[in-house]
């Protein structure tokens, strides 16, 4: 019993953090309706410019959060308002996947020339230190990372449903034009929830490089991920990330733990592949475009 | 028309005879071209006439390529050299009947799922031929050297690379042709109009990924064996499902020519120009993907028609 219990546990700690690294890919693909196949360089790059923080000014990943998420913000906004926008205007949003699919390659590519394709991970003084409940066991890096990811995610969710910059957004997801009609500024509202997308999706990336080790090719596994999760809960929102990403974190660790570690994509991959057969909107989807 | 079959008669005559004239390094850089064009074409028989686009296609390759490997290792004893190709036909099948199988569920997803789950299909695949002992990709499999005894391998290769690019290529251009490509591109510009005029979009889309699996098998199965040693990672490779995008992106996509000229503009780009360069191809990949997407979504051929469409003062013609 015991065995299973600890196996959950760990589930759900690394779904909460497989909910942080989505929630922005979910904001993206339910406001633009992109699918922003950058998502994962967004997440590498968080967890790259957090060692830089903790190796040249000792700043802990969890108190430099602000920064990263600053300067991901920054890059997503121009990102967007750039080259995602001109794809959109010029092609499609098809041609908006292949965009960010060429620009992923060409970030990837750069990665491992500046920063070297070698395995990185941020080792903090509490690294090793674990929390224990009753006979279970949880190491205080992912405990902390969960906190983290959990407290970030109640905020954004706050910022959707209670603040007037949250209506704007929703309003651009359900009817673009009407928002415009109503004097809500779609140009820059897509540029800042794209923003916004990123900037939780480079704060994941912190709290995931001290959990897990990275390289610059990891931005693919991560992308991936991004969509498995989005696609079980539903795009758009908070809630569907989150019960999505503990969904896949409950089924990875059990495959893991039950099957073999081999196994875990496969079983991940089956259970996506029955959603989209049986329920394609997500367990919690709404009836958007881009959730159809 | 008859200009387009001579132009075609004339590739062909200057591949085939291309190992008497050119030394063996050039002889492999036609080999990849025909080898990249096959693919880039076989792939759009589902992406570029139906619209469905696989992002995965490598599975094909793998499961190719895997089939000869397991009968020389498993049935044969390591040996088996004369039987490649019934062996290759075996790769194509094998790989067509997976295709089969795969379809029903998978193509029942449009646009972006479809593109993801055959992402899924190949990483899930590719995982466990490397996790499966009896299969073995992990370790890898050997196959045997096909090559005649009076022909450098590189020359055998080649010879069998130009006659499955000529295959693929009449396939390509029938298919286009046909009351099935028709219906093919009728669900590429809109499927649910063209179901309600009586195309059957359930069995056309299903052939046509069938098709499109059994050419790459082809494909896959004799790549394994001009490599002489397979693994998982040396032909469930990420890469090739992109390749074939980028080919028939960087040409024209949904034409039977596009596919063919975007190989070679990357094989004389990759191989030529940024020889020596390996480690900024991803980079230049990218770059080109982005910039063809902004500047020329309709591909080479796009640009091309484009020009020649206008007249000599530069204004469309009426």
Request: charged letters at 10%.
């Amino acid at each position: 019993m015991i065995p299973l219990l600890q196996t959950l546990l760990d589930g759900l700690v690394l779904g909460g953090v497989y909910a942080f690294a989505a929630v922005g890919f979910s904001l993206i693909f339910g406001v633009l309706g992109v699918v922003n196949l950058t998502h994962g360089v967004f997440v590498v790059l968080g967890a790259y410019g957090a060692l830089l923080l903790h190796e040249v000014v000792g700043l802990d990943p969890i108190l430099g959060l602000p920064l990263v998420m600053a300067a991901l913000f920054a890059l997503g906004y121009l990102y967007q308002r750039t080259l995602i926008a001109a794809a959109v205007e010029r092609a499609s949003l098809v041609a908006s996947l292949l965009v960010t699919f060429g620009v992923a390659l060409m970030a990837r590519n750069l990665l491992q020339v500046v920063a070297s394709p070698d395995v990185r991970s941020i080792a903090t003084a509490y690294s090793f230190a674990g929390l224990s409940l009753g006979p279970l066991r949880v190491d205080l890096v992912r405990a902390a990372g969960l906190l983290t990811s959990l407290v970030l995610l109640s905020g954004l969710a706050l910022l959707l449903g209670r603040t007037a910059f949250g209506r704007a957004i929703r309003a651009t997801a359900q009817q673009p034009v009407g928002a415009a009609l109503s004097g809500v500024n779609v140009r820059h509202v897509h540029g800042l929830t794209f923003g916004l997308g990123a900037a939780f999706a480079g704060a994941s990336g912190a709290v995931i490089g001290m959990m897990l080790p990275f390289t610059p090719g990891s931005e693919a596994a991560w992308t991936l991920n991004a969509f498995v999760v989005v696609t079980l809960g539903g795009v758009g929102s908070p809630q569907g990330a989150l019960l999505g990403g503990l969904l896949l974190g409950v089924i990875a660790t059990l495959t893991a733990q039950y099957v073999g570690p081999a196994f875990q994509n496969a079983a991940m991959f089956l259970v996506l592949v029955l959603m989209l057969l049986l329920r394609p909107q997500g367990l919690l989807g709404h009836a958007f475009a881009a959730s159809r | 028309m008859t200009i387009r079959i001579a132009a075609v008669l004339l590739l062909f005559a200057a591949l085939a005879a291309a190992p008497a004239f050119v030394p063996p390094f050039e002889v492999r850089v036609l080999s990849l071209f025909c080898f990249w064009g096959a693919l880039s074409l076989a792939w759009s028989i589902l992406g570029g006439f139906a619209g469905y686009w696989s992002f995965g296609h490598t599975v094909f390759i793998g499961v190719g390529a895997f089939v000869p490997g397991l009968i020389v290792a498993r049935l044969l004893d390591g040996g088996g050299a004369e039987l490649m190709p019934l062996m290759v036909l075996a790769g194509g099948l094998v790989s067509a009947a997976f295709a089969a199988v795969i379809a029903w569920p998978l193509l029942r997803l449009r646009g972006i799922y479809f593109a993801i789950a055959m992402l899924g299909v190949a990483q899930v695949t590719g995982e466990l031929s490397a996790a499966i002992e009896w299969i073995g990709g992990g370790i890898g499999l050997s196959l045997p050297d096909a090559a005649p005894a009076a022909l450098a391998p590189e020359a055998f290769y080649h010879y069998v690379f130009v006659g499955l690019l000529a295959l693929t290529v009449g396939v390509a251009a029938w298919v286009r042709g046909a009351r099935f490509g028709q219906g093919l591109l009728a669900i590429r510009e809109d499927e649910d109009t063209a179901r309600m005029l009586a195309v059957p979009t359930e069995g056309y889309k299903i052939a046509a990924l069938v098709l499109s699996a059994f050419l790459t098998g082809l494909l896959g199965a004799t790549y394994g064996f001009s490599l002489g040693y397979i693994t998982t990672d040396s032909v469930f490779r990420t890469d090739f499902s992109l390749n074939m995008i980028v080919h028939a992106l960087l040409g024209g996509i949904g034409t039977v020519a596009g596919p063919l000229l975007g190989a070679a503009v990357m094989v004389v780009l990759t191989q030529v120009v940024l020889g020596e360069m390996l480690n900024l191809h991803l980079f230049a990949t990218g770059a080109l993907v982005v910039a063809m997407v902004l500047l020329a979504p309709q591909g080479l051929l796009g640009l091309w028609r484009r020009r020649a469409r206008r007249g000599a003062d530069g204004r469309p013609r009426p």
